[in-house]
């Protein structure tokens, strides 16, 4: 790279709108309008009602206490607020991170069946740096290799180890188990400790948070419907969706009274609750990277939390970014989610990132900027300063309804039969990752899918499609499919057997042609190799070669090697001879050598053609720039 290029690429990074772009709010909030004020707290008060609800539920999945997913729920709205380029993304704790996070920890010192909580905060801490210095090197266009199958095998399969691990909420019963097929047998082993209270209250509870969905979807519809409809009616239709749009909230605090009715009479232990969840704010601290065994604990976590987290967020980013009509860029939401996951980490948070169904809700509430980031925060900040010690009458059943809501439209099976229809290949790579992320985990379910995805990609470079033709397969009567018309030297006519230039008649399989078909790399050159060497120099029949590199745009050492080896050996075969390298109509010398040329390079473009000359090949190649002039140089050189 030349000095002027650095220069003016530092210059590029430097200047007033990169910088800009690294702070959105620096783009959006001049334009904002006091308008948008009612708009973003509507929003923001609408999330809030959501996000109580589902982080005390998400703790449990990520075996923290419950406190530690509203410590995750507040900090990331803020930053987001600041860094984040997309109006409707909330960041947050979500079901599928939690799932991660869950996997990467060790025993609670005072609670067997939970987490210690330091770990996951510095899990935080280290997929936060991850996601920033990805981001600042632009290197966020690497997610682009994987797969919508991979992701849609490892969501599916996400949110069937979440459901089935909340099924012992729903029954009220305890077992030992991580792993989906883990929670299905404990379950049917434990099916007689069922907690009637618990399985009553669970039912219920996910009844009614599916009949308030669907109240909420079929209001939406009806003020569309009724969009001239009395005023008296569009606030109905408005009240009905906020009704189903807070269902979350409304089972939780119902479920709640209901446990408090139940202890008032004497019941205090029909239902499994929650348990007091501390008040106040976490105390700010920097994660601690002195944790006994952190590296090995975390593991491959260091990897995969920090990328899944970034899908989901770009995912939801550009897909309401489409629906909205702005643009998000990768590099810079890695940038400010990664920030949230750092700060958040000093404030007790486990790795956090975009939730799809709060996004959902915040546009759908009328979000117009960021700024309903900052109204969902500061709820979640005077929730854990005020009304945390009602939280302990929470029931854990209904956290596990809502749980299992909120996963349910997370799978898609119908996608195994769209694929069985389009692509049947596609299939391997989903069914892997979705069946070793039930089985061994969702972690190494889905690094086993991005392998298997990048096989299929590289497949193709390694055994490329060559077609492998004798000349007579290729002309008729003088005429080449693509290259247009073979004329005989000297006007001779073409006879049905072969083809005549000069004094030389062609047998029509004594000529191979080799189309090379796709681009070659490195991991086909043994290939290539082998593949020329059975057709050409194995078949004593063949006397030339035509080498077509019409579809090749660029060649690498490795493969130039191969060719080489693949001339040396038809060179060895058929014995000595010169070289000979023309371009358009053979030239003089050439028709005057008494030793033939048997093979030729055809079809190159310049930078291939430079390549190969470069390479010497030595005494047996012609470069041609068509099909005509490499017969000719054939039929010349044996003249």
């Not at 266009?141 to 089935?164: E, K, N, R, W, Y």
Request: net charge negative; hydrophobic share 45%; aromatic share 10%.
């Amino acid at each position: 790279m030349e000095m002027h290029e650095i220069k003016e690429k530092v210059s590029d990074y430097c200047s007033k709108d990169t910088w800009k772009a690294r702070f959105p709010i620096s783009i959006w909030l001049p334009t904002y309008k006091i308008g948008y004020a009612i708009n973003d707290f509507v929003a923001g008060i609408t999330v809030a009602l959501t996000v109580l609800p589902q982080g005390l539920a998400y703790a449990s999945i990520a075996k923290l206490p419950a406190q530690y997913g509203l410590y995750s729920s507040f900090m990331g709205c803020f930053v987001y607020f600041f860094l984040g380029m997309s109006k409707d993304i909330t960041v947050g704790p979500t079901a599928i991170m939690s799932l991660l996070v869950s996997s990467y920890g060790t025993s609670n010192s005072t609670d067997d069946t939970l987490n210690d909580p330091a770990y996951a905060i510095t899990l935080a801490c280290i997929c936060g740096l991850i996601q920033i210095v990805i981001g600042v090197l632009h290197l966020g266009a690497l997610t682009s290799f994987i797969s919508a199958t991979v992701i849609s095998g490892f969501t599916t399969a996400s949110a069937l180890t979440i459901g089935a691990g909340q099924i012992k909420n729903l029954f009220g019963i305890s077992y030992e188990g991580d792993a989906f097929y883990e929670d299905i047998i404990g379950v049917i082993s434990n099916i007689t400790d069922t907690n009637v209270w618990d399985l009553l209250l669970g039912s219920v509870s996910l009844i009614i948070l599916f009949l308030l969905k669907v109240l909420k979807d079929a209001s939406t519809k009806w003020e569309e419907r009724d969009r001239d409809a009395p005023t008296s009616y569009i606030v109905l239709y408005k009240s009905l969706w906020l009704l189903g749009t807070a269902r979350n909230a409304v089972v939780v605090i119902a479920s709640a009274l209901v446990a408090v009715i139940l202890e008032s009479t004497g019941h205090e232990d029909a239902l499994t609750l929650t348990g007091e969840v501390p008040a106040g704010l976490p105390s700010p601290s920097p994660p601690d990277f002195s944790l006994p065994g952190l590296m090995d604990i975390l593991g491959v976590g260091i990897a995969i939390v920090p990328l899944i987290g970034f899908l989901e967020a770009i995912a939801i980013g550009k897909g309401f970014g489409r629906q909205n009509g702005y643009k998000v860029e990768p590099n810079q939401e890695l940038i400010a989610l990664g920030s949230c996951n750092v700060l958040g980490s000093f404030f007790s948070s486990y790795p956090v990132t975009g939730s799809f169904s709060r996004t959902s809700i915040n546009n759908q509430s009328g979000v117009k900027t960021q700024a309903g980031n900052l109204v969902t925060g500061t709820l979640v900040i005077m929730s854990l300063l005020f009304i945390t010690p009602a939280f302990q009458y929470i029931p854990k059943a209904a956290l596990a309804a809502v749980i299992i809501s909120a996963v349910f439209n997370m799978m898609n099976f119908r996608i195994f039969l769209q694929l069985w229809k389009l692509n049947k290949l596609d299939l391997l790579p989903l069914s892997a990752t979705f069946i070793s992320s039930l089985f061994l985990g969702v972690a190494y379910g889905t690094l086993i899918g991005i392998g298997i995805d990048l096989l299929i990609l590289l497949y193709p470079s390694a055994r490329p499609q060559i077609k492998v033709e004798f000349l007579g397969n290729s002309f008729t009567r003088g005429q080449h499919r693509g290259y247009g018309t073979v004329v005989p030297v000297g006007g001779e006519s073409v006879p049905d057997d072969g083809l005549l230039f000069g004094n030389r008649k062609f047998d029509l399989g004594t000529i191979t042609v080799v189309h090379l078909l796709q681009g070659l790399f490195y991991p086909s050159a043994e290939f290539i190799q082998d593949k020329l060497t059975s057709e050409i120099v194995m078949n004593p029949k063949v006397e030339g070669a035509i080498i077509d590199f019409d579809r090749i745009t660029n060649l690498d050492y490795s493969i130039i090697v191969a060719l080489k080896d693949f001339v040396a050996a038809f060179q060895k075969s058929r014995g000595s001879i010169d070289i000979a390298s023309i371009k358009g109509t053979p030239s003089d010398n050439l028709v005057a050598r008494q030793v033939p040329v048997i093979i030729v390079f055809t079809g190159m473009n310049e930078t291939i053609e430079n390549q190969l000359k470069q390479a010497e090949f030595g005494d047996a190649v012609a470069f041609c720039a068509d099909m005509n002039t490499a017969l000719s140089s054939l039929a010349s050189s044996y003249d």
